[in-house]
Each structure stands twice: as structure tokens, then as C-alpha cells.
């Protein structure tokens, strides 16, 4: 048994198609992340909220009435009066030049981070349903593109995560018919996550904006190394699908998150960047602690991972109470939630204790 063929993990972002690691991710995102979100309605609420092309204003209660009845003190009514016509509703903003459409939700949670939103017409069928991007048309993924709306949209730049040797047939050709400019970022590991930041910055004229985010970014992981620094490593094991198959290896952004955190990477052993294992393998592995990340599931896919790993008793990870299930949208998406998913590991693998008062 042990290791198997490695097939892409279920995952949260807009991947390249390199040969194994993801192909296969976004079916599984699709039916698992996303109904969660938009049943739960997760929204970030810290970002703001852009007006949107054929959006309304709601009616002012104030300008609102009911036909005939009594007024709200309660006196006599008066005899109607000549009425102002309506407000009229404010015309939707218009994005901010160059407008883009992110077919990567990693790349549109870069955007949003560093506060360049304003520059999106259009994201991609995997992207959270959560401000500032609710509403926003959905386009296409990494696969297939709806080319009517993007004609229609006519964004100045599309965002795209492809391996370059696996772009789809006539991608490149369809936008440059339709005067659509492509920008092709490369995530695999931490270091491609800031490598992106400015280039997303540049692409769409906002370089500031940029380094301010990415010198946060940095700022969070330095201040995750300092705190677990003397720590002693933890032997932990990420795990990235439903079943418990599919675990991050060494060379992706998730392992280079649980070193940062002071955990060492159970998996980086098998030579592979998303492998997949069975259970005789993660018993032969046997982690101090499993991160298992499911964004977004509901309470059914939780309870069933937990029972999984009540399955494996002999684990110390299980035997010593440190399984850790992360249900947080952002869990697999190599984007600006980073930072705050390197303090979730640390505080998984090295916990700071709790001051009783």
C-alpha cells in the first residue's frame, strides 16, 4: 500500500496545471468550498464594498410611503400635496482603469488585500462569494472561458494561473481578438506568493498599493518565526481533501507555511508536491499533529473527518488530542490570508497557553 499515484489535492485557488499536483481540484472545490460559503454567506469584514454595474439603490425608507392611512404622530392627514419626483438612483461606479478579470481567485484575494478591487469586473467560477466581489460576473476558470461575457465586459487585462506549456487551446488568440491583455502569475510556493504581489501591483498600475501589502505580508510572517522560533519542531501532517488522501508535500506554499510556523512536514519525505497516501502510510508517517483542511465544509464533512481520525487511535496526533480541522474559506488558497494561516498553524503546533485572571 502507502503511497499512491498522486492526484491533485482539493484546493482553493486557481492552480497551473502542473503534471499530477492539481488537475483534478477544482470539481471537488466546487462542489464542497463554495456551497458552504454561499450557505454560510462568509464575507470579509473588513473590506469595502464596490457599486456594481447594473446594481440599484434601495428606496430610502424615508422617501418610502404607504397610500391613504394616518402618519406616524398620528395627527389628521392633510390634504395631498404636489410630490417631488423620485431621487433617482446613482449610477453604478465604473471599475478603475486598467479593469481586470481574475480567472485566479488567488490572485483576486492579492487584489483585494492590497485594496486594488476596484479594478475587477469580472472573477472566476471558484472564487468566494464575499465582499468586495459579490455580484461580480463569474467568467470562466482555468479550463474553459464564457467568451460572450468577456466580450461584452471588455476588460483592459485578464488574470490567468496556467502553466504556460498547458494554456487552453486558443486562449491567448480569442483575448487578443477581443483587445484583452493576459497576465500569467506562477504560484507553487510561499515565495511565488510574493514574487505575485507586485506583479499584480504593476499590472494594474498600483505599486504602491503593493509594497505596502506585501511588507505587511512579510511583516506577519516574521513576527510567526520570532514567536516559535525556539520552539522544538513539530512532526505535522497537512491534509487537503475529504477522505484524508490527499496531504501537502514539500515545494508548495503549505509547506513552506507549516515550517514558518515551527512544524516540520511529515510528507516532504515522498518527493512530491501533492501526494496522495492511505492509511498504512500515515500511520508509517506518524504525526505529533494533523492540520486537515476543509474550507468551507459543512457540519456532515467535518463530522466525518473527525470520525476518520477516531479510526486511527494509535496515532499520536489522535492518541494525544492534536487532529485540528480549519474550516476557513481561505485554508487552501495561496493568497492575502497567508499571513493569517501561518498564526493559525503556529497556534496549532505551538499553542500559547491562555492567562487565567
Known sequence: ??????????????????SGPLQAGFAGLGRRLFAGLLAALIVSPNLACDQRTGSSTPADPATTRESGGTTGTGAKPQA????????????????????????????TDLLVGMGAAQHLVAVSNFDA???????????????????????????????????ERRLPPGLRGRAQEIGIALVNIKIDDLNDVFEAIPQLGK????????????????????????RVGNAPKTRALIVVDDGGRSVAGRATFLDDILIAAGGENVAAELQNPWPTVDREKIQ???????????????????????????????????????????????????????????????QVLHPVPTVSR
Request: glycine share 6%.
Open 1 to 18: 500500500m502507502g503511497q499512491r499515484g498522486a492526484r491533485g489535492p482539493v484546493v482553493n485557488h486557481f492552480r497551473p496545471v502542473p
Open 284 to 346: 508509517q508517517m506518524s504525526p505529533q499533529a494533523v492540520i486537515h483542511l476543509l474550507p468551507g465544509a459543512s457540519p456532515q464533512v467535518v463530522a466525518a473527518a473527525r470520525k476518520f481520525w477516531a479510526d486511527l487511535p494509535q496515532l499520536p496526533a489522535v492518541r494525544d488530542g492534536r487532529v485540528h480541522i480549519l474550516t476557513d474559506w481561505y485554508a487552501l488558497l495561496p493568497g492575502d490570508h497567508v499571513g493569517q494561516l501561518a498564526e493559525q498553524f503556529a
Open 129 to 163: 462569494e464575499r465582499d468586495p466581489v459579490t455580484g461580480l460576473p463569474r467568467v470562466g476558470d482555468y479550463r474553459t472561458q464564457d467568451w460572450e461575457k468577456l466580450s461584452a465586459l471588455r476588460p483592459a487585462k485578464m488574470i490567468i494561473q496556467v502553466d
Open 80 to 107: 395631498a400635496e404636489p410630490q417631488a419626483a423620485e431621487p433617482q438612483a446613482a449610477k453604478p461606479q465604473a471599475a478603475k482603469q486598467p479593469s481586470v478579470a481574475s480567472l485566479s481567485p488567488a490572485a
Open 203 to 226: 499590472a494594474v498600475g498600483e505599486e504602491a498599493r503593493a509594497d505596502d501589502a506585501l511588507r505587511r505580508l512579510r511583516g506577519q510572517f516574521d513576527q510567526v518565526r520570532r
